[in-house]
């Protein structure tokens, strides 16, 4: 079970974080969110007393409208950032995100330009893989790493 308590927590040194990310594959292209600025994986924060799997598949749901099922963990990434702009502008954060595999779902259509949050400039795009190199995207290892998934699951360390 869950409340609306996300797992954020501020402190005077900066933002500790925990995320979930979705790898949504179809005819080797990965659902992303675009802002405008660069792409992130669809997903969102974990809430208190929420289960990993439970938050991708509930983060997947509220932004594409679609229920999918977890196929496995790819990537356990500790990312270390500063984020510019907004609400969040100068704050250091210690992110960490969980990366699921998503099973595909043959008979989904999810457009590109559904947008996800209201008007704020966010809006999910299908972007093949192969053309991610030339693309700022979070995190990182989706450029070179959705190409070849490792087996089991495997820690990333993004430090900025």
Request: charged fraction near 25%; glycine fraction near 8%.
């Amino acid at each position: 079970m869950s409340n609306n308590s996300d797992i954020t927590y501020f402190t005077s040194a900066g933002v500790f974080n925990m995320r979930v990310g979705a790898i949504v594959i179809q005819d080797d292209k990965v659902l992303l969110v675009n802002n405008g600025l660069h792409y992130y994986s669809v997903g969102g924060r974990v809430k208190l007393h929420e289960t990993l799997e439970h938050a991708v598949v509930r983060e997947v749901f509220e932004e594409t409208g679609e229920n999918f099922e977890i196929d496995r963990l790819v990537w356990i990434n500790e990312g270390f950032f500063t984020l510019n702009g907004g609400i969040y502008d100068g704050k250091r954060f210690h992110e960490i995100s969980f990366y699921f595999l998503m099973k595909p779902k043959l008979d989904v259509v999810i457009a590109n330009g559904r947008d996800i949050n209201e008007g704020n400039n966010e809006w999910l795009e299908w972007v093949r893989i192969d053309q991610l190199s030339g693309c700022i995207v979070y995190p990182e290892v989706f450029k070179t790493g959705l190409r070849h998934l490792p087996e089991s699951p495997t820690h990333v360390v993004n430090i900025e």
